[in-house]
């Protein structure tokens, strides 16, 4: 299956543009809950309007949000992520000092969000779920031993399925619909983080 989802790569500016906690938040919050204006976000968030909408213009100057076509008003503008995959660069020998910090705020902070909202699902109480969905849900790790080219193999056979079922459902809405978080991580270990077996 050929990969159909558009992917970007940030640049430096970029990087720079995203490179603040509330701008990853902004980011986050735009790519879980759907468009937003400076207001609903400023209310999600505790900050002002104002402050919103700063952050906001400085995230869509480097493209990394638009604002949605044909909805809000002069007062009030919705804005939205663009659609597709966002590949975060890894701090790299080869980056300015500048880039590397840049690139290593902006991948904590994800990564931040990250396990603070797998951490609120796992510590919901049971009551608060709705019954049919209380057993939906997989949290799972899995150690292998691979070589490179088995975990790349891995790599694109989990890529096809993630790419497969976002074209099947992206957009979906409905009564029985609700937002759902899918995670795939895939990385090696150092290599002295196994023993031999004796």
Known sequence: MTNTRESRSLDAGA???LAHPLRVRIFDLLSERGPQTASTLAALVGETSGSMSY???ALAAHDLIREVEGRGTARERWWERPKGRIDLPGPDDSMTPSNRASAQIVTAEFFRLRHETLMAYLNRAESEIPEEWRDAGIVMTTYLDLT???MAELKAELTEVVDRVVERYQGQSGPDVRRVSLRAELFDL???ARTEES
Do not use: C, G, I, S
Request: aromatic share 0%; proline share 8%; hydrophobic share 35%.
């Open 148 to 150: 490179v080219e088995q």
């Open 55 to 57: 952050h906001l213009r």
């Open 15 to 17: 990087l720079k543009a």
């Open 190 to 192: 150092p290599t002295d």
